[in-house]
């Protein structure tokens, strides 16, 4: 079968190769950290026409990866617990595979209109693609109810200053969504300082967003600190992410 081409994705939405293979390393690894082996991501990068050798995946970012899966993946298990059926919006989706591991919610994704484009030929869940950038808000209309939304945004509004998220998407997310949870994966002050991902430097930290208030939307960062600390508290060590 012809592998599935993907070279519309460039710059930023290009980044989205990155966890995405990195997750299939952690599923084919010897002692595979994330709960639920994610074996549908191992088949997506079969499928996908890509050299994924060009990215350098260290241990510490594959580390970093498995952390942010299980704890989110946490998150939304929790969440679902009593709302089987809710809405859950994923902003900057990219080829993520929750709606497959979650299908008891209904799930709504937002990413840039390649990085749509691409989802939709690698998978077909039940869910509904929203294929355009977080900071408009255009379509949010399609989304059918505003009340206890669980909103989750990984790896995605990290290439955006604080500035920006605050302003942009959280104000608008707080103006349209009530009693909603919005968790927001961030990265280390550091990681700001040293690390561009396919040349995109990272603008917001863990600090950053911290003390952020909203009256409808509780507010949630999951970040650095918190990834060192669940390392040290659970099963997942450095060395389950070495392969073979
Ligand atoms: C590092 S990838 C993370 C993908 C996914 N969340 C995951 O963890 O596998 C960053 C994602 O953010 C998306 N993105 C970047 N800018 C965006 C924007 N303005 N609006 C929505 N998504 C955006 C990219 O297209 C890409 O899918």
Known sequence: ????????LKDISETLLIPLYSRALLTKGKRPPISDSDTDTVTIVDEI??????????????????CRTCILDNIVKEWLVNRPGDIVIK??????????????????????????????KLLTTNETN????????????KIP???????????????????????????ALDSIFRNSLFVFKTVLRLA?????????PLKCSDEDLNDIVRPNLQFQVIGGYMF?????????????????
């Open 1 to 8: 079968m012809a592998k599935v081409n993907v070279s519309q």
């Open 49 to 66: 026409d890509y050299d994924f050798t060009r990215f350098k995946t260290s241990k510490g970012t594959l580390a970093g990866i498995a």
């Open 91 to 120: 902003i900057g989706v990219g080829i993520d595979t929750r709606a497959l591991r979650f299908p008891q919610s209904q799930w709504y994704n937002i990413d840039l209109p390649e990085a749509i484009q691409v989802r939709e």
């Open 130 to 141: 929203i294929a355009q950038s977080a900071f408009d808000f255009s379509r949010m209309d």
């Open 145 to 171: 109810e505003k009340e206890n939304i669980l909103i989750f945004s990984e790896a995605a509004m990290i290439f955006f200053s604080s500035g920006d998220i605050n302003t942009l998407l959280l104000c």
């Open 192 to 200: 700001v300082k040293n690390i561009k991902i396919n040349g995109n």
């Open 228 to 244: 060192i600390n669940y390392f040290k508290k659970s099963e997942i060590y450095f060395s389950d992410c070495l392969l073979n």
